[in-house]
Structures are given as structure tokens and as C-alpha cells.
């Protein structure tokens, strides 16, 4: 056997690595070695980003072409990495309290486990290895959704979030089985090429995208996200915001263009409808939420909405306008839950009242906040403005000004609701329950490089560049 080949396979076995660490340690150290566990954690993981932050240059099919390797797939999983990090620096706090403490090895493991199943179905050529990534990601996380078991929401969100994952799952897995039965392999090159669109074949694609489409919150298949969201610590709710759509996106992309592109006439009006709907949706629920992070729920599945316009362009551009865009919205949901997570460890709540005020008693808490969803609703020079006409500017490009002006229209309704908690930090006046906030070291990084990438990223054309130089393979 050829064991050359597992140096292809680099990102999954550092990762792999990172995890044997954090389980031994967590088996072996003590009660006072355990106050080095986030460090450690970061650390690791840190180094685990930085030698893949730079792509592969190499575009490699290994394992009789079940595992698939591409520049963009590297710079894929570096972002999803560098999320993962950020997640782990701002839940310190909620890590070190005392009923959770002794949980932080399980924390870890759990994550990192997810973050290995997103790299498997990422690099999948094969439904089998597509499987056992999706499965690999999702079991974790339903652990994570229901971390504070004894917490009603908790508890609820988890067998909420398991129970549609089961669902979702057995949806996907027969219409595979019926993709299987029409074409004789489960090959994404070779099923592409065997697809004629048959009625069977139609199914079998309703089937497979209804099933995929709960993982990326598309609506009608959304009506999970905003209670799950609620009742998750919020670190898993960020990282199933962030890390975790993003990776079912990208999923999206492959499985469309790879082992589906025969049925591209079906496929794009189902995802022109659904773009539609999620934006529409998303929106106007988003309005109505009283609660924060039911707030960022629907704000999310907006988001997944205009990440479909690049999604659908089929072309370089619109691909790499969509690395782009979740490459901003990393940063700025990831900036806007670490505010989220400093006002709950001080308060315990997360409801939007509670930040009435808040400039008035934590200034550069309130200004992270404003920054990230300036960013999420668009307004220059920030990053979030560029993402977002990078990838209308794609969708029009192939001529879909309808789709472009609804996308638009909802733009401005995004912005109402964003500036509702503007207007609460700013205007409104608190009832002094929230009190100076001094976060810990490690949120204070994560948002500082959170701020630094929206900024950054507006100004410096070059990144958007350095993306579109890479060589897709799909």
C-alpha cells in the first residue's frame, strides 16, 4: 500500500491529532492542570489552522476517488478551522463555570468532532464517505444543542435538533438509495454523467435536497432553527451559525455541481424558489423575535437565502462570491455572539431588553455589535457591504434581475431590523440591571480579530482576489 497518499489528507489528520490530544488530557490531567485546558485547546487548534491556512496547490483523488482534494477545498476547511478556533476563545467563561468545568474535555471533543465530519463530507466524491461525514457531524452536535441537559431549553433544543436530524438524515439517505437504483453508482463524477432526468431520478433529488436543506435552514425546512438556536449554549449556537451552515453550503455546492448536474434544470428552479422564500422568511421573522438569539436564528436563514444567489450563478465568479460572502459572515456573526455571550455570562439573559442601553455602560461592547450587523445588513465600508454586491452582482450577471431586486428589497428590510438593535444599545435607555462588563481575555481576542476581518476585508481587495485565483475543480 502507497501510505504517500495520506499526506493529501493533511487537514483531517492534524485534526485528528489536535483530538487525540484533547481526549487523553482530558482522561490523564488533574484538577490543577485542568486550568490550562482552553489554552491548550486554542493552541492547538491555532496551529492546526495555521499550516493549512495557505490551500493545497494540488488537486489529488485518493481512495479510488471517494476522497477529493482541491485548492478550494483547502481554503474551505481553513475558514471553517479558523471559526472553530474563535467559537472556542468565547466560551472560556461559560467553559469555567462550575457545573460545566469538568465538561470542557467533552466540549472539545464533541467540537472538534463535528469540524471532522464537515471535513469528510467536504472532501467526499463518494455518498458513502458523504454519509459517514454528515453522520459524524451531526451525532456531536445534537450532544452540544443539549450540553445543559438540565436546562429545559437545553434539553428541548436537543431532542428537537436530534429528532429533525434523524428525519433530515432518512430523507437523504432514500433518495441516495433511489440515485443508487437509476444509475449503479454512488460516484459523484459517475452519477453526474448517468443522470438523464427521469421521473425516478426527480424524486430521488427531492428527496436528497429536502434532506439537505434542513441542514441549511431553507425554508420550509427551517422551522427547527430558531428554537434549537434559543436552547443551545450560545458557543454551539454560534458555531452552527457560522461554521456549520457554512460547511453545508459549500456541501450544497458540490453535491449540485458534481454528482448532480445532470438534473440541473430541476434543481435550479427549486433553488430560485427557495432563495426566495428564505430571504422573504427569514426577514420578516427576524422582526418579530423578541429573544437574541432567536433574533440571529431568522437573520441566518436570510443569510442562507442570499448565499444562494452565488450558489446558483454555476459560474468562477459567483463561487468565489460565495466564499467570500461566508467568509465576511463568519467574522460578523461570530463578532455579534461574542457580545452575545459577554451580556449572558453577566446577566444570564438573552433576551433583546436586556441591551437597551448598553452603550451607555459598555461602549466598545455596543460598538462590536453595531459593527457586526452594519456588516450582516450591508452598509459600507464594511465587509459585509462588499460580500453582498460581490454576489448580486454574480446573480445578475446571468441575468436574474428579479431574483437580484427581491434580494435587494429585503436588503432594506434587514436593515430595519438590524437597526432595532442599534437603536436599543444607543437610544433606548437601560434599567441599569446589566451593569460594566469586563470579558476575559480570550473573548476580547475573538472579537478584536472578528472587528479586524470585517474592516479588513471592505478595504482590502486583495483577499476577494486571492480567492478568485484558486482553482475551483468543480
Request: charged share 10%; proline share 2%.
Amino acid at each position: 500500500m502507497d501510505y504517500s497518499q495520506f499526506l493529501y489528507i493533511r487537514p483531517e489528520i492534524s485534526l485528528i491529532a489536535v483530538i487525540i490530544i484533547v481526549f487523553f488530557y482530558d482522561l490523564f490531567a488533574g484538577k490543577k492542570l485542568r486550568s490550562y485546558f482552553q489554552p491548550l485547546a486554542c493552541v492547538l487548534v491555532g496551529i492546526h489552522t495555521c499550516l493549512h491556512i495557505i490551500p493545497s496547490v494540488a488537486q489529488t483523488e485518493l481512495f479510488g476517488g471517494m476522497y477529493l482534494n482541491t485548492p478550494v477545498i483547502s481554503l474551505i476547511k481553513a475558514m471553517l478551522s479558523a471559526g472553530t478556533l474563535i467559537v472556542l476563545m468565547q466560551a472560556n467563561t461559560w467553559l469555567k463555570r462550575e457545573d460545566i468545568v469538568f465538561k470542557q474535555g467533552e466540549f472539545y471533543t464533541l467540537i472538534l468532532f463535528t469540524l471532522l465530519g464537515m471535513f469528510f463530507m467536504i472532501s467526499a466524491g463518494h455518498f458513502l464517505l458523504f454519509v459517514i461525514g454528515l453522520e459524524l457531524a451531526t451525532i456531536p452536535m445534537a450532544c452540544l444543542v443539549s450540553f445543559e441537559k438540565y436546562k429545559r431549553h437545553s434539553a428541548e433544543a436537543g431532542a428537537k435538533y436530534i429528532l429533525s436530524a434523524m428525519f433530515s438524515s432518512g430523507l437523504m439517505l432514500y433518495g441516495i438509495s433511489f440515485l443508487y437504483g437509476t444509475t449503479g453508482t454512488l460516484y459523484f463524477n459517475d452519477m453526474a454523467a448517468l443522470l438523464t432526468g427521469t421521473p425516478l431520478q426527480i424524486m430521488a433529488f427531492v428527496f436528497f435536497f429536502s434532506g439537505l436543506a434542513f441542514k441549511i435552514s431553507f425554508v420550509p425546512f427551517h422551522l427547527w432553527t430558531a428554537d434549537v438556536y434559543e436552547g443551545a449554549p450560545t458557543g454551539v449556537t454560534a458555531y452552527m451559525s457560522v461554521v456549520s451552515k457554512g460547511a453545508a453550503a459549500f456541501v450544497l455546492i458540490i453535491a449540485l455541481y458534481h454528482a448532480l448536474a445532470g438534473l440541473q434544470q430541476v434543481w435550479y428552479y427549486t433553488l430560485w424558489v427557495l432563495a426566495v422564500a428564505t430571504i422573504v422568511v427569514g426577514n420578516l421573522f427576524a422582526i418579530r423575535q423578541k429573544d437574541i438569539k432567536r433574533f440571529f436564528a431568522f437573520s441566518s436563514i436570510s443569510q442562507a437565502g442570499y448565499i444562494m444567489l452565488g450558489v446558483m450563478s454555476g459560474t468562477a465568479f459567483g463561487m468565489t462570491a460565495t466564499v467570500f460572502f461566508v467568509l465576511v459572515y463568519l467574522f460578523s456573526n461570530l463578532a455579534a455572539f461574542g457580545v452575545i455571550a459577554a451580556v449572558e455570562n453577566k446577566t444570564g439573559r438573552t433576551d433583546i431588553a436586556v441591551y437597551n442601553g448598553l452603550y451607555a455602560s459598555n461602549r466598545r461592547l455596543a460598538l462590536v455589535m453595531m459593527l457586526a450587523v452594519f456588516s450582516l445588513a450591508g452598509i459600507p465600508p464594511l465587509g459585509g457591504f462588499f460580500s453582498k454586491y460581490i454576489i448580486f452582482h454574480a446573480a445578475a450577471q446571468q441575468g436574474e434581475y428579479l431574483l437580484v431586486f427581491i434580494a435587494l428589497l429585503n436588503t432594506v428590510i434587514s436593515l430595519y431590523y438590524y437597526l432595532l438593535i442599534v437603536r436599543a444599545m444607543f437610544i433606548t435607555e437601560g434599567d441599569g440591571a446589566v451593569g460594566p462588563i469586563r470579558t476575559d481575555g480570550y473573548n476580547r481576542l475573538a472579537m478584536l480579530i472578528c472587528v479586524a476581518g470585517m474592516i479588513v476585508i471592505g478595504f482590502l481587495g486583495g483577499i476577494y482576489t486571492y480567492i478568485g485565483s484558486i482553482s475551483w475543480g468543480i
